[in-house]
């Protein structure tokens, strides 16, 4: 018994031997190459990477530098992503891709010219009004201010969605180009944001309103803000950045003045209330009596 199987794996081995292998054929690359002007005028040395794993072959041209030819072990795989590239100048790249027959010899030409695309037609379409996204500009003159020439954004919170309940600062200044805001405050109470890489504890380097009186507890001296109004109270956030804002305070990032909403004009006594549940035991409450 011992004799019949080791004459079997015997056999079996001189059979998977002695069958002739597809890669242990040789493959021939040749082609022609195309350079930019005047920019080869002898032969040049080429590194080819894809066919020895991670290892590159080298290749002369011929002494004019406008073919090349080489011979190498047939890999395993029938498609070769081929990157050629000029010996010592890694900006000078060409790729191929070779589909692999049953022919020993393969053409590839290579051009190291620049290459130019003609690309479709994009049509880009967007809402051409500022107002129907929660956005618009400050107009030139607005009550007795100028901001003609001055980088601002306003944000219309009635025109916005998002959680008022949750007082988000995120949500509240998504759409505040230039605005770097760090979430410390789970109610949104502090109002930590800067801008232009100003560190943004505590808005420290924002000039704080409300209605355009200051809310910090001292601009000049001690300019960290530690109340910011209910995301539900407020009607719009301006915001100006940069020295644009200088007119109003010594603070660089720029000001923030959050305008509250009006009491209705046809109402002797409003009251309102809103009342709002989450998961994870969230609850929020908030009452406005004008």
Request: charged share 20%.
């Amino acid at each position: 018994m011992r004799k019949i199987l080791l004459c079997i794996i015997l056999c079996g081995g001189s059979i998977g031997w002695a069958v002739p292998g597809f890669s242990q054929s040789l493959l021939h690359l040749y082609g022609d190459i195309q350079w930019e002007e005047r920019q080869v005028k002898g032969p040049v040395c080429l590194e080819i990477f894809g066919l020895a794993g991670n290892q590159s072959v080298q290749v002369q041209t011929n002494e004019k530098g406008t073919g090349y030819a080489l011979t190498v072990k047939r890999p395993d795989y029938t498609f070769l992503s081929l990157m050629f590239r000029r010996c010592g100048q890694p900006d000078k790249v060409a790729y191929v891709n070779v589909q692999l027959t049953e022919s020993d010899s393969v053409r590839c030409d290579l051009s190291f010219r620049p290459q130019e695309y003609m690309l479709g037609e994009v049509q880009v379409k967007g809402s051409s009004s500022r107002k129907e996204q929660g956005q618009r500009f400050m107009r030139d003159v607005e009550e007795a201010m100028i901001f003609a020439g001055k980088k601002s954004n306003v944000t219309l919170t009635e025109n916005m969605l998002f959680n008022k309940a949750a007082n988000n600062t995120r949500q509240l200044f998504r759409n505040v180009p230039g605005i770097t805001i760090q979430e410390g405050s789970e109610g949104g109470l502090q109002l930590n944001i800067g801008t232009r890489g100003l560190n943004p504890n505590r808005s420290s380097n924002f000039n704080m309103r409300q209605n355009g009186y200051d809310i910090s507890a001292d601009p000049l001296g001690y300019p960290e803000s530690y109340y910011t109004p209910n995301a539900n109270d407020i009607k719009e956030v301006q915001v100006f950045r940069g020295a644009s804002a200088l007119q109003y305070g010594s603070q660089f990032g720029g000001m923030v003045n959050f305008k509250l909403s009006e009491p209705s004009a046809d109402k002797k006594v409003e009251v309102r209330q809103h009342v709002s549940y989450g998961s994870y035991g969230f609850l929020s409450s908030y009452t406005r009596a004008s």
